[in-house]
């Protein structure tokens, strides 16, 4: 695999991902706002449930995780590019 230099730092693999928050997760991250992308950095091997604690939101907040448009697991892995959208728990009727 070749990669350019914007995901190389200090010779780790770097991604750079799309986050979306909703219903409330916004609030455990300062300055996001409903629905509108947040650009981060995460070195290799971050999880989906590892970029939820990176944001410091509570894991039982949040019920749905979906990347690039599908459900996903915490435990998989992000790719570089990914597009992702957090859900808490929704009741309703």
Known sequence: MVYNYHMLLNGVRRLHVEVRLYSGLEKFVQH???GK???LELSAGTTAEKLIEQLGIPKEHVFSILVNGNHRKGED???DG???ALFPPVGGG
């Open 77 to 79: 892995l992000l790719e």
């Open 37 to 39: 992308p947040i650009q």
């Open 32 to 34: 996001a706002q409903y």
């Open 82 to 84: 990914d597009r992702i």
